[in-house]
């Protein structure tokens, strides 16, 4: 694959729409030309952003189900026309059904939406985020071969304002490909993405720990400890805090590996 064929299915790869052959020729091109790497992970980064400035929301399964029963009662049903009023007086009568529907529909759209934002609290915000970082991050360094941790520790902490070492740095079972600095709802953090042998990533991401309040609740039990725990769109998430720092641990790896990841995180710290 040259450079020309490879620039037109950067998008497309950034997104997961490729099929697997065309998306690891991409792969392979882009770890060979560093033009090509740099433009996808370019075209990465500018989705971030998108992401990060037009959040979405899927709508909980209480307001599908009553939009749904809405559209079922209100599904016009065409009578014969009256003699006396004629297919005009029938239009204006179906016209109004759907725009009371229509009305009906973007009332209870707003009502959620404006209590889905009254109601929404910080940690759900950050996981979000959080959660749409690691996809990204994931994206961007497919191609990447495992980093030198101290090089990336280096230039971190010229990033940050406050002290993270330190940090796990790898092993065998999972390699440190990446360190990045990230800016979360009101937070930022210092970052470091990790794989393992299968491909499978984990994000951490380290913050002032006077920032964060971690929910009571919700609560899982590894050894010892108690992190907060989450599952966010098929991602598992951690969040506890250790000495000055709040840790978050988003993760593709199940339960059991994220829970393992979380005591090599913790302890190297």
């Known amino acids: 694959m040259d450079c020309t064929e490879a620039r037109e299915h950067l998008s497309d790869l950034n997104r997961g729409r490729l099929p697997a052959g065309t998306a690891e020729a991409v792969r392979a091109h882009a770890g060979t030309c560093a033009a090509c790497a740099e433009a996808l992970q370019s075209d990465a980064e500018a989705r971030a952003l998108i992401r990060v400035g037009a959040p979405r929301y899927t709508a909980p399964p209480a307001l599908r189900d009553r ?52 109601a929404r609290d910080p940690v ?106 989450r599952v966010v769109s098929n991602r598992q998430l951690l969040l506890w805090t250790q000495g000055s720092l709040a840790c978050l641990l988003v993760s593709d790896l199940d339960q059991a590996g994220s829970a393992s990841m979380f005591l090599k995180i913790r302890k190297a710290m």
């Open 124 to 229: 759900s915000l950050l996981a979000d985020r959080a959660v749409a970082e690691h996809l990204e991050y994931v994206k961007e360094t497919m191609a990447r071969p495992a980093a030198d941790p101290l090089a990336v520790v280096r230039e971190l902490k010229g990033l940050v304002d406050f002290s993270f070492e330190p940090v796990f740095p790898g092993d065998s079972q999972m390699q440190l490909v990446a360190g990045k600095v990230s800016d979360l709802p009101g937070q930022r953090a210092a970052t470091f993405v990790y794989r393992d042998g299968s491909g499978r990533y984990t994000t951490l991401f380290l913050m002032r720990e006077t920032e964060i309040v971690v929910p009571a609740e919700g609560r899982m039990s590894i050894e010892n400890f108690k992190p907060y725990h």
């Open 67 to 118: 939009i749904q029963t809405l559209l079922a009662d209100s599904a016009p049903t065409r009578p014969a026309p009256a003699p006396s009023s004629g297919w005009r007086a029938w239009l204006f009568g179906r016209r109004w059904t759907i725009g009371g529907l229509a009305g009906a529909v973007a009332v209870t759209v707003l009502v959620w939406v404006g209590a889905l934002w009254m």
